[in-house]
């Protein structure tokens, strides 16, 4: 579950800076009441958490994350 949740809050920064990069508009910002206010930062650093989180993913066996190996 905190898999998910951290792979989720990770789509969002994702998206956050794509938005910036091709739009130069920060949604977080906008929707928190700019960059330094206090939820916008809870949030940049809830994103920051859960990329640090799933770098461990990279590191974890098929059977540590219950994916099973399928043939292509």
């Not at 579950?1 to 977080?28: E, H, P, Q, R, Y």
């Not at 916008?40 to 799933?54: F, H, N, T």
């Amino acid at each position: 579950m905190l898999d998910k949740i951290a792979l989720i809050l990770v789509i969002v920064g994702a998206l956050n800076w794509g938005g910036i990069s091709l739009f130069g508009f920060d949604t977080v910002a906008f929707l928190f009441g700019g960059q330094m206010s206090v939820m916008s930062r809870v949030i940049y650093g809830l994103v920051c958490l859960a990329g640090l989180w799933c770098i461990t993913l990279l590191f974890r066996s098929h059977e540590e994350t219950g994916r099973t190996s399928r043939a292509v």
